[in-house]
């Protein structure tokens, strides 16, 4: 059996004493956990280390830490993975708490201060639409289909732990609260779609402040890709709702479009005014001015020149103007989610397949989806024993492709679970 | 071995050293670039985030014009060209019936994507896993001997690992170790290897973005590092274009070069620091580059002056 060095990094902020780290030796395959060394190590050799966790199977949330730098859920790390990742030497392990929240002790952060207030931030309940049905809403299949991902998530705030925006920016909202926005956002019985995404994309630290670095992705060990959810929340409110925010976050995806479909390639002279508005935009005068010493140096160094800036040297072919018209003209966007459809290598590699047939691609809102559909919500208590109270609703429904809008594929999202729940995310 | 050749946007707009620098080093690689000159912009995550399936369209489109190409694979000289492709391509291999739809738009251009037809890999990829680190070693012609090389990846190239294929196998996010050790550089680790140098946000956020750049900048000074290397030309925006700003922001000097690492590579095979563009940086390699003598190390280099 291999032995691991489990390096722990401890800290009391009673004690007065300062942080640091204290090596342990485990016996352990190398495909147990690295939740189970911590809890032999604290049964066997010290009762002071401080862990939160509860139900050890991937499922409540509570065991947030990092592991040789990437963090993640201590019952799902595998001690084999965990070491692969070290830095300091064989089979060691360094385990330490999560980033971008204060410790509480040792491996115990304070989820209240930073997570839960964040989560809270993004009024994580559904406003419900007037007027209240007598019964139940009754809401398009697809529509609940759409938020399944965001579902899957049960606030163990690794997400938070790794984002680098927040690393720089603690006020932003971040990856977790703004995949739970989406959850409410892409529900078709909330009223306040558009307050919701209009309050996010004025903020200065809300959904326009992340900066696509794939560390929430990489991070989630329930595939709720929180950064792609961040990706919804602006598609939605830029280009179903016009939401023109302040951060110049709509206006520079509308520029970096329209850059592209006239230039084929990115003209960068014109993206950066555009960006902000325009040359001649009064918000664009200030940050061009202040950008000023940038294009000096660019141009100093020969990196640009006037007539290169000036001058449109690619033009877009007819074809990728084509290309923009024929999609952007489309009544519906068309997603193809990986989550939900899957890849079709692997869907013919299983045999429990219930559709047999090919995924169709997801259109927002609208169309065509088809499939076993989970939906779970998890309500998760932060203190050290975690309360999970759990609601699946499966739907093992298959709809054909039908035009929009479609009104006959309705679900009963309150319908009473009537079979096994599935595992709901993509390990 | 010849390539279709992704050069990107950035590395022909505001870093044209980076696509000089990789014309000037290929031949001495035996690599023949074949240029898809006919694509479009990958959309660097912002097309996508618009229109998923126009960015997975026009991309499509790329890939099908580099299966026109003779090359043997699909290069590219960009860490966010490279993470933006390998998305939409991972949805345009997920399902038939979705590259179907796409392809339906493809083909008034008589094009087509196919899947498993073009394997796109950036350079530095291609580097370690076509060329090979022992090879690479023995085209070496001035050894980086001495010079301390700190690795900045950018984000699109090692994230998320399993798109990216990224394993025990393929270890692609140590491949930039690899490559300052096969040239005879030393490697620095620092804080930021695999951090954002904050490019994505800086029209939406400059204050988080310029302290993102300064931050990495400055751990990697705290580690004795010469310069940083990087294989993704907004990275070198944010890194080197941005660098005053980002040092006024943390509130330090900063003095750090950046090399693109097609000038890395250069260097080290014998190219002159002048043929690389490297006189184009808003930081001066003087810590690189003796240009007195075109030497490389940083033993006497700072002091040697411009």
């Known amino acids: 059996m291999p032995d691991y060095t489990l390096r722990l990094r401890r800290y009391d902020p009673e004690s007065g004493e300062a942080p640091h780290y204290e090596d342990f030796q485990v016996e352990l395959d190398g495909h147990r956990s690295v939740l189970e060394a911590i809890l032999q190590v604290r049964g066997d050799q010290d009762g002071s ?99 399944t991902q965001t579902m899957a998530c049960i606030q163990c705030g690794a997400c938070v732990s790794d984002c680098l925006t927040m690393e720089m920016d603690p006020l932003f ?26 309050d996010l994309a004025e903020d200065p630290h809300g959904m326009y402040d992340c ?59 014109d993206l950066l005014p555009d960006s902000y508005g325009g040359k001649f935009h009064p918000r664009a005068v200030p940050e061009l001015l202040s950008s000023l010493p940038v294009v000096l ?51 013919a590699d299983d045999p429990s397949d219930v559709g047999g047939e090919a995924p169709a691609a997801t259109a927002t809102a609208t169309a065509t989806v088809t499939e076993a559909v989970v939906v779970e919500e998890q309500i998760i208590e932060t203190e050290t024993e975690a309360v999970v109270i759990e609601e699946t609703v499966i739907e093992e429904t298959v709809v054909e492709e039908i035009p929009a809008p479609v009104a006959e594929a309705e679900t009963d999202v309150d319908a009473p679970a009537d079979s096994e729940p599935t595992e709901g995310d993509n390990q | ?23 000037a080093v290929a031949p001495l690689l035996d690599l023949e670039l074949i240029e898809i000159d006919r694509g479009s912009c990958c959309g660097a995550g912002v097309i996508a985030e618009h229109n998923q399936e126009l960015a997975d369209t026009l991309n499509a489109r790329t890939f099908a014009l580099a299966a026109e190409t003779p090359g043997e694979l699909m290069m590219n000289i960009c860490s966010t060209c490279q993470g933006a492709q390998s998305e939409c391509q991972e949805r345009l291999d997920a399902s038939a019936e979705y590259r179907a739809e796409i392809n339906t ?24 896993e076509e060329i090979g680190l022992e090879n690479l070693t023995k085209k070496v012609k001035r050894p980086l001997t001495g010079l301390k090389v700190g690795p900045f990846y950018g984000c699109y190239i090692v994230r998320p690992t399993d798109r990216l294929g990224i394993n025990d196998e393929n270890p692609r996010d140590t491949y930039m170790e690899k490559v300052i050790e096969a040239l005879g550089g030393e490697v620095i680790d620092y804080a930021g290897v695999h951090k954002c140098c904050g490019f994505p946000i800086i029209t939406m956020n400059k204050k988080a973005s310029l302290q993102m750049a300064g931050t990495h900048l400055a751990d990697a000074t705290d580690a004795d590092a010469d310069c940083l290397v990087v ?65 490389v190390g940083s033993a006497d280099g700072a002091s040697s002056g411009w």
């Open chain 1, 173 to 198: 909202v971040g990856p977790a609260a703004l995949a739970k926005a989406y959850r409410f956002v892409g529900d078709p019985r909330d009223a306040e779609q558009e307050q919701r995404l209009s």
């Open chain 1, 211 to 269: 900066t696509h670095c794939f560390q929430c992705i990489e991070a989630c060990p329930k595939g709720v890709a929180p950064m792609s959810q961040i990706m919804r929340l602006r598609r939605r409110a830029g280009s179903d709702f016009h939401i023109d925010d302040r951060n110049n976050g709509h206006r520079h995806e509308m520029a970096f479009v329209k850059n592209i479909r006239k230039n084929g390639l990115l003209h960068e002279a």
């Open chain 2, 1 to 23: 071995m010849k390539v279709a050749y992704w050069p990107g946007c950035v590395s022909r707009g505001f870093t044209p050293e980076l696509h000089g620098s990789m014309q």
């Open chain 1, 297 to 347: 140096r660019a141009l100093k160094t020969g990196k640009v020149t006037i007539k290169k800036a000036l001058l449109h040297e690619h033009k877009a072919s007819p074809e990728i103007k084509r290309i923009f018209d024929t999609v952007e003209n489309r009544e519906v966007r068309i997603e193809y989610n990986l989550y939900i459809s899957g890849n079709e290598d692997d869907l």
């Open chain 1, 49 to 147: 280390i401080g862990v939160r966790c509860s139900c050890r199977a991937a499922i409540c949330g509570s065991c947030g830490v990092r592991t040789n730098g990437k963090a993640g859920l201590a019952c799902h790390t595998h001690l084999e993975d965990a070491a692969k990742r070290s830095k300091d030497g064989e089979n060691v392990i360094v385990v330490e708490p999560m980033g971008n929240m204060p410790v509480i002790k040792d491996l115990i952060v304070d989820m209240e201060e930073v997570h839960w207030k964040k989560i809270r931030r993004v009024t994580p309940w559904l406003v419900a639409k007037e007027p209240v049905p007598e019964r139940e809403y009754i809401v398009p299949h697809e529509a609940m289909v759409d938020v």
């Open chain 2, 105 to 128: 738009t493809l083909e008034a251009e008589g094009l087509a994507y196919e899947k498993g037809l073009v394997t796109n890999k950036n350079f530095l990829w291609l580097l370690v």
């Open chain 2, 231 to 295: 294989p993704c030309p907004l990275c070198h925006l944010n890194l080197d274009l941005q660098q005053p700003m980002a040092a006024g922001e943390i509130g330090r000097d900063l003095s750090m070069p950046v090399l693109h690492l097609p000038q890395l590579v250069g260097l080290a095979l014998g190219l002159e620091p002048k043929e690389l563009g490297l006189q184009r940086h808003v930081i001066k390699p003087t810590s690189v580059i003796d240009w007195t003598t075109a030497v």
